[in-house]
């Protein structure tokens, strides 16, 4: 007889993470999802979402978060708050340290999605909160009418880019090539955009600063090695994101940038261990496909159960 508390603990509330929920409260799984800050993961910091089909015109992450949280709740589905610190694979069982706290599972799966990466500029830190920003939707409006740099040539830095020119006189928007990575919809469009300004082949090679916060980054060529300054108040990094993996790289097989090995059925390399959305390896992280992961690994962690119980 286990003793396990829960069928599934889910740790992380964003897409993944409630799509499990959603799916695994359907199949009458004992779950609980665990989310350490606010649900809906980094879709809270997206102003608008214009590929989950259904919303022509697009939908505000926050709100697509919100309404997600309410179809789980519609379920059934548990909810508690905290940071996993641990888990141990007894087997049959697993147990997740939460704050101290063990509770026990049949199977976990890992939704903890990722964070934006750090430039690694000297003075970086220093100055976050102080004209250095993650996250364009949270502070655009601090810098209205002043110049301003985005850092990154992906789908995030040109969408936060086209974003900013709400706000600010001008955006340069600093990529280390000669040619955006985003999807080429967001390329056109801050392409056309007057206010953006695309410093091409060039990276940050310092960031200068007075008593008021961030007022310059010098930029180097990386063709020609030249450097030059641009003036600033707000430089926004957009050069990926890290993975939230950090409390299970002990335990199941993960890359050398921290993804869980996890094909697309979500198993991991310890069974009942399932990783879902932007954590694990796969070849597209959007929320369409967060979603999908979070549907098999509630599907795959039932089928677990079953084989498990018989
Ligand atoms: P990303 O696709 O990994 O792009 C990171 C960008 O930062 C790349 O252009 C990269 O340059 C640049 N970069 C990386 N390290 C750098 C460094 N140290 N210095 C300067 N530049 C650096 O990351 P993302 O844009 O955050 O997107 C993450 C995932 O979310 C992607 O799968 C993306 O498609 C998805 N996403 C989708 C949407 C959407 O569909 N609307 C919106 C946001 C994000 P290189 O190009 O030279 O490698």
């Known amino acids: 007889?286990?003793?396990?508390?829960?069928?599934?603990?889910?740790?992380?509330?964003?897409?993944?993470?409630?799509?499990?929920g959603l799916?695994?409260?359907r199949a009458k799984l004992k779950t609980v999802l665990i989310e350490k800050g606010i649900m809906g993961g980094q879709m809270m910091?997206?102003?608008?979402?214009?590929?989950?089909?259904?919303?022509?015109?697009?939908?505000?992450?926050p709100e697509l978060m919100m309404r997600f949280q309410e179809h789980c709740v519609e379920y059934g589905l548990e909810t508690d708050y905290g940071t996993v610190e641990k888990i141990i694979d007894n087997g049959a069982t697993k147990t997740v340290v939460i704050d101290g706290k063990e509770m026990i599972c049949?199977?976990?799966i890992v939704a903890t999605g990722a964070v934006p990466s750090k430039l690694g500029a000297e003075g970086e830190a220093a100055l976050v909160g102080k004209g250095?920003?993650?996250c364009a939707t949270c502070d655009g409006a601090f810098f209205r009418e002043v110049p301003i740099a985005v850092i990154g040539g992906g789908d995030t830095a040109v969408e936060e880019a086209i974003f900013l020119t709400r706000f600010a006189s001008k955006v340069t928007l600093v990529h280390r090539r000669d040619q955006l990575r985003a999807t080429q919809i967001l390329q056109d469009r801050a392409l056309a955009n007057d206010k953006i300004e695309v410093a091409w082949n060039s990276v940050v090679d310092g960031l200068e600063s007075d008593n008021t916060g961030l007022t310059g980054a010098i930029l180097k060529d990386t063709k020609t090695g030249e450097t030059r300054k641009i003036e600033l108040q707000g430089m926004f990094?957009?050069?990926?994101v890290t993975p939230t993996t950090e409390f299970i790289r002990d335990l199941v097989d993960v890359t050398d940038d921290g993804y869980i090995k996890a094909g697309?059925?979500?198993k991991t390399s310890v069974p009942g261990i399932f990783s879902a959305g932007d954590n694990r390896t796969t070849v597209l992280r959007q929320v369409s496909?967060?979603?999908g992961d979070g549907a098999v690994a509630a599907i795959m962690a039932e089928r677990y159960i079953t084989e498990l119980d018989d």
């Open 289 to 291: 496909t967060a979603v």
């Open 23 to 25: 799916y695994a409260s």
């Open 45 to 61: 910091t997206t102003s608008t979402i214009e590929n989950w089909p259904g919303f022509p015109g697009g939908i505000g992450g």
């Open 106 to 108: 049949k199977t976990v």
């Open 1 to 20: 007889m286990s003793n396990a508390e829960y069928d599934v603990i889910i740790i992380g509330g964003g897409p993944a993470g409630m799509t499990a």
């Open 264 to 266: 697309e059925d979500t």
């Open 237 to 240: 990094v957009a050069v990926g």
């Open 132 to 134: 250095v920003s993650y």
